[in-house]
């Protein structure tokens, strides 16, 4: 699954924006399917989208669909999470993982296949 290392988490205000950055290694990042995922304290982890690194095929939760773009980044290896008009119920630590194949559209059923997360960024969204 390869070493990714997520960054640039904060505390918003609802309706604000926040980009967070997901560094993969070469070998991690190339061919990849590479996802975004959340857990609020208490709740299940949560895929949020996910974007193969050599199509930019990506999908979307339907919860964030129209606020939140996936994006690449081939020369630095990295995938970012564009994160506009944020709501409270975005609040949560969010991971990077990534997986040498296609992307699903069922972009959930990627979590049973991660074994080992990252330290997350945290993402805090006030009202």
């Known amino acids: 699954q390869g070493q990714l290392v997520e960054s640039g988490g904060g505390s918003v205000q609802a309706g604000g924006s926040l980009t967070l950055s997901c560094v993969a290694s070469?070998?991690?990042?190339?061919?990849?399917?590479i996802g975004w995922f959340r857990q609020a304290p208490g709740k299940e982890r949560e895929a949020v989208a996910n974007?193969?690194?050599?199509?930019?095929?990506?999908f979307y939760a339907d919860s964030v669909k129209g606020r939140f773009t996936i994006s690449q980044d081939n020369a630095n290896n990295t995938v970012y999470l564009q994160m506009n008009s944020l709501k409270p119920e975005d609040t949560g630590t969010y991971y990077c993982?990534?997986?040498?194949?296609?992307?699903?559209?069922?972009?959930?059923?990627?979590?049973?296949?991660?074994?080992?997360w990252g330290q997350g960024t945290q993402v805090t969204v006030s009202s």
């Open positions: 974007i193969y690194t050599r199509g930019g095929s990506a």
């Open positions: 993982a990534a997986r040498p194949m296609f992307c699903s559209r069922d972009i959930q059923s990627m979590v049973r296949f991660i074994d080992n």
């Open positions: 070469e070998d991690t990042y190339s061919s990849a399917c």
